[in-house]
């Protein structure tokens, strides 16, 4: 960025310990995942999307979207209090855009980087609640970290950060944007994390490790990816999917185009050539989440074609 000389864009900056938990044991989210498992099936979840409750939302579920797709919360999740892990998220997040500030990597509000993905993120929200009860009570919040990492994450409770490095080496369009805006607020609406925490905590039956998972304790790292590593990767493989899933459903209602996955994924793709080998052994076959996709387009492109559009369209940092 040339017009912005007080925001660095390319600063080191570690990740929150709630988002490391969750790479640990899975994909990184930009990065390929080979096939995906659905959590129930489509007869079992009918009569979950049924209770939620919405009247117009709620009658739409049998016919358009995924929620027929997306099963119930696991009972794992239950394990762990959701205002803790709210809590924990948020005050991680303010240590990360304190630690971004004092390297001058804390996008300031007026950037239009950061118009722009408070702009989508206005777009999107609206569609949240359904899929999480607390999500209305969430203060969402959008910020972009100047670095020149590929990565984006929302965390529980809704603190959405974006990495310059993913909206400048990938060139993201608006719907591109929307497609990983809404597949990050998916693992937070789906509780992702806090499912991973409950089953730590029934694995190890540890509160020590509950609690250094949540960044309060001081066990350290060691404790941290241990508890990670006992975590499923079926599991992690299945949010991975829910979260694509999801979130394509988020970004059609929103009027942005469910097709921009698959341009999406092959950018992501092509980002991951040269990849060290270690890399591509864990995270094969980005051609299986693509064609899952496109599998899953006709779902979501009747809400698409009913949307209203953004009135606004932004380019991409240079
Ligand atoms: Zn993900």
């Known amino acids: 960025m040339t017009s912005c000389p007080a925001f660095h864009t390319d600063a080191e900056l570690a990740l929150p310990p709630l988002v490391q938990a969750r790479r640990a044991a899975t994909c990184a989210c930009h990065q390929p995942v080979d096939r995906h498992r659905r959590r129930l099936g489509a007869g079992a979840s009918?009569?979950?999307?049924?209770?939620?409750?919405?009247a117009p939302l709620s009658a739409l579920a049998a016919e358009e979207g995924v929620r027929g797709e997306v099963g119930s919360t696991s009972r794992?999740?239950?394990?762990?209090?959701?205002?803790?892990?709210?809590?924990a998220a948020q005050q991680q997040f303010t240590q990360m855009k304190q630690e971004a500030a004092g390297k001058r990597a804390l996008a300031p509000d007026d950037h239009p980087q950061v118009l722009r993905l408070r702009a989508i993120a206005q777009r999107l929200i609206p569609y949240t609640q359904p899929?999480?009860?607390?999500a209305s009570a969430w203060k969402w919040e959008v910020q972009?970290?100047?670095?020149?990492?590929?990565?984006?994450?929302?965390?529980?409770?809704?603190k959405i950060a974006f990495y310059f490095g993913i909206l400048q080496r990938l060139q993201l369009s608006d719907d591109e944007v929307a497609m990983i805006m809404g597949h990050e607020m998916a693992h937070a609406l789906r509780e992702h994390a806090r499912e991973r925490m409950g089953k730590s905590a029934a694995t190890r039956a540890g509160?020590?490790?509950?609690?250094?998972?949540?960044?309060?304790?001081?066990l350290g790292d060691a404790a941290l990816s241990m508890g990670a590593q006992l975590l499923s990767l079926k599991f992690s493989r299945e949010d991975e999917s829910e979260a694509d899933l999801v979130g394509m459903e988020l970004a059609?209602?929103?009027?942005?185009?469910?097709?921009s996955g698959v341009t999406l994924w092959q950018k992501?793709?092509?980002?991951?050539?040269?990849?060290?080998?270690?890399?591509?052994?864990?995270?094969?076959?980005?051609?299986?989440?693509?064609?899952?996709?496109?599998?899953h387009l006709p779902k979501v492109n009747g809400l698409y074609a009913k949307a209203a559009r953004p009135t606004q369209r932004y380019q991409p940092p240079v």
């Open 46 to 54: 009918l009569a979950v999307a049924g209770a939620w409750g919405l």
């Open 76 to 87: 794992f999740a239950k394990l762990v209090s959701a205002e803790e892990v709210e809590q």
């Open 131 to 134: 899929w999480n009860n607390r």
């Open 144 to 158: 972009l970290f100047g670095s020149k990492e590929l990565n984006a994450f929302c965390m529980p409770g809704g």
């Open 207 to 218: 509160a020590g490790l509950l609690s250094s998972l949540l960044g309060l304790g001081n």
């Open 252 to 259: 059609a209602r929103a009027g942005y185009d469910p097709a």
């Open 268 to 295: 992501m793709m092509k980002a991951s050539e040269g990849a060290p080998p270690e890399f591509l052994s864990t995270h094969p076959a980005s051609k299986t989440r693509i064609q899952e996709i496109q599998s």
